[in-house]
């Protein structure tokens, strides 16, 4: 009697020209402070990583030293620059620069504000969380706003890279956008990533996928230690 053929549950592969993307945010950034505000580019605020940070970066460059990266892309902001370093000094990559991924623009919030006001229990702040709209804030972006120009620039990043994985550093309110997009899910569902956490996409025929969020195993010290905020 011949045996009836058995199935196996298959692991995943990625698919022909697609393209996987690590999306980073980047390692913790100094205090925000009245006194010492954070300078200024192109009207966002652009503070230095944290000496935490710093950390951060150097065990994510740890972490994904062995894993294949064809290419390492930041944003105009400091900060995501800093966090891609070690790992390019690792691999001899140069990153590219795309502004289109920079962080929600805060309007009069800028320059460390929004922070303060979101320690302080601004009742602003928890009407931007319950309204999930990044324009409550006075002259910030709005929602459309920011999904427009990150969806332009990860677009951008896809088209040249098919049958390759790429690590993309980001900030919070730029995952979260990302993969709000990704998946139909609630504006601000995925915007308390961690800092130096890994979330994994592939992009395939105009479609995201999402396939792990927040992996901070290479940080598990870290976890729990101070209150995680969008920039």
Avoid at 3 to 27: K, M
Wanted: proline letters at 6%; aromatic letters at 4%; glycine letters at 10%.
């Amino acid at each position: 009697m011949t045996e009836a053929p058995t199935y196996r549950q298959t692991r995943f592969v990625r698919p022909p020209g697609a393209t996987e993307i690590l999306l980073v945010r980047h390692g913790e950034s100094r205090p925000a402070s009245t006194d010492n505000p954070f300078p200024l580019v192109d009207g966002q605020g652009d503070p230095e990583l944290a000496e935490v940070g710093r950390d951060q970066a150097i065990r994510l460059g740890q972490r994904l030293a062995d894993h294949p990266i064809d290419a390492v892309y930041v944003t105009t902001l400091r900060r995501t620059v800093e966090t891609a370093q070690p790992l390019c000094d690792k691999k001899g990559l140069q990153p590219g620069i795309v502004g289109d991924l920079r962080e929600v623009h805060l309007g009069e919030w800028e320059a460390g504000v929004y922070r303060i006001m979101a320690h302080q229990g601004n009742p602003l702040v928890a009407t931007l969380h319950e309204e999930q709209e990044w324009g409550v804030v006075p002259g910030a972006e709005t929602n459309a706003q920011l999904n427009q120009r990150v969806a332009r620039g990860l677009q951008g990043i896809i088209a040249q890279h098919p049958d390759q994985v790429v690590m993309v550093v980001v900030h919070g309110g730029v995952i979260g956008s990302i993969l709000h997009q990704a998946t139909g899910s609630q504006p601000f569902a995925f915007s308390g990533a961690d800092n130096g956490s890994i979330s994994h996409l592939v992009a395939h025929e105009g479609r995201l996928s999402l396939r792990k969020f927040n992996d901070t195993s290479h940080l598990s010290h870290f976890i729990g230690a101070d209150i995680s905020l969008p920039t």
